[in-house]
C-alpha cells in the first residue's frame, strides 16, 4: 500500500513539474511583442512621402532597423510593496513568460542585444537611463559653444517600452499581455556635398554636436546634457556621407523645442578630410536651422564644400588612400 501511495504521488509531482507553467492557475505573464522598426519621426519634415531614392542612394524602407535579437524585462514592485532594485528577466524577441507575484508591479523593457550602450540606475525606472562611451579624437573639433561637450560613440539600436501600474491575473496558462517595442535610437542621413576637389580626398569623417547625451527608459525622453558624436564617413559620388545613430536633441520631448521658437538648442556638423597627401582638412557647419524639424532622425545636407588644388597637391603624395583607419588620427574609446 505504501509503495503504491509513493508511486501515485511520483507521478502527480512529474505532471507539475513539466505542466506547472502551461496548465496551473498562477500569476505568470505572457509577453507577447512587437517592434516599432522606425529610424525618423516626422516633426515637419515628412521624408517617406517625398522620398527620392535615386537621390539617395536608397529606399526609404532600407534604413529601418533590424528587430532586436532578445529583450530584458525588469519588474519593480510599487511603492506599498516596494523591494531594493528590480527583478530582471531576459526573453526571446517575441516574448515569453515573466514571472510575477499578487502585487501590483510596473515593467521595464528593452533590447540586451546592444554592444555600444551603457545602462545607468537600473534599479529603479524613473532614473533608468542608457548612455554611450566616450570616444576621443586628437585635436579641437568644434568652436564655441561645444567645446565643453563631452565626445561619444554613437549608440547602437535601442528599443524600450514601460508599464506602470500592472496587475497580474491569476488565470490557466498565464496572462496574455502584448507589449510595442518603440525606438529609443534614431538615424540621421549625413550629406556632404563637395563641389570641388573630391578626386584629393583618401578618408572622410564627421562630428555632430549639441546632441543628446542619454535617454531615459521609462519614458524615451532624452536628457538635458548635450554631447558631440563622432563617427566615420563613406565616400560618395557627390562627396560623403554617414548614418548616424542618435538619442536624437536634448530634453525631447519639452515645449521648448517648437520650430517657431527662438531658444532653441543650437548644433553643428564637423567634416574632416585626409587628402591622398596626407594633409588634413576641417570643415565647421551650423546645422541648428535643419535641425528644428528633425528632433528624432531625419536628413541632414551640407553643401558648397571645396578643395582647392593647391591643398590637394601640395607636398606631393604622402600618403596611402588605400588604409583602413586615420593611423595617429584614430578615435580612442574609453571603457568606464
Known sequence: MAISLLFLLGGCRKDLCYDHDMHSISYQTNINATWEQVWERPYG???QEEWNAETYGTTYDALRPDAAKGIAAIVYETAETKTEGGIEFHLPA???LLHTTVNTHSLLFYNDDTERIVFNNIGSSATASATTRTRTRAGSIFSEPYTEERTVSTPDMLYGAFV???????????QQFPITMRPLVYTYLIRYEIEQGAQHIALARGAMAG?????YLKEGKTSEESATLLFDCNLTDYGAEARVMSFGVPGFPDSYYNKASKDVQPHALNLELMLKNGKKLDFEFDITEQMKNQPCG?????SGIQISDEDGMEGGSGFNPDVIDWGEYKDVEIKL
Open 211 to 215: 546632441m543628446a547625451e542619454s535617454v
Open 298 to 302: 531625419g536628413i541632414i545636407t551640407v
Open 94 to 96: 517575441n516574448g515569453g
Open 45 to 47: 519634415c515628412h521624408w
Open 164 to 174: 506602470a501600474d500592472f496587475e497580474p491575473i491569476a488565470v490557466k496558462g498565464g
